[in-house]
């Protein structure tokens, strides 16, 4: 059994930058792919990005250019560098493991304006 545990996140101001972190323990050898979502209020958890294994990557499209995905296997952890943040990136982060239930608890991220 896999956890995540995400950090990193916070209170920035608009136009700052954030690194989120995620971080696995437990069966750690079975994870392939990782993406990190979010949660703004009132709406639906929506998908930020997608790591492989081998690094492949992918963003929404909205994001593209502003956030970049990266990962350390050898620290199991998961990087999301968010830089030029908007008051509406403003949400709870979590990682995830596609095609599993494996959720982290979330790290809140606030972008004030």
């Known amino acids: 059994q896999v956890q995540l545990v995400e950090s990193g996140g916070g209170l920035v101001q608009a136009g700052g930058s954030l690194r989120l972190s995620c971080t696995a323990s437990?069966?750690?050898?079975?994870?392939?792919?990782i993406s990190w979502y979010r949660q703004a209020p009132g709406k639906q958890r929506a998908l930020v990005a997608f790591?492989?294994?081998?690094?492949?990557?992918n963003y929404a499209d909205s994001l593209k250019g502003r956030f970049t995905i990266s990962r350390d296997n050898a620290k199991n952890t998961v990087y999301l560098q968010m830089n030029s943040l908007k008051p509406e990136d403003t949400a709870v982060y979590y990682c995830?493991?596609?095609?599993?239930?494996?959720w982290g608890q979330g790290t809140q991220v606030t972008v004030s304006s």
């Open positions: 995830y493991i596609p095609g599993s239930d494996t």
């Open positions: 437990g069966s750690t050898n079975s994870i392939n792919n």
């Open positions: 790591i492989s294994r081998g690094g492949s990557t």
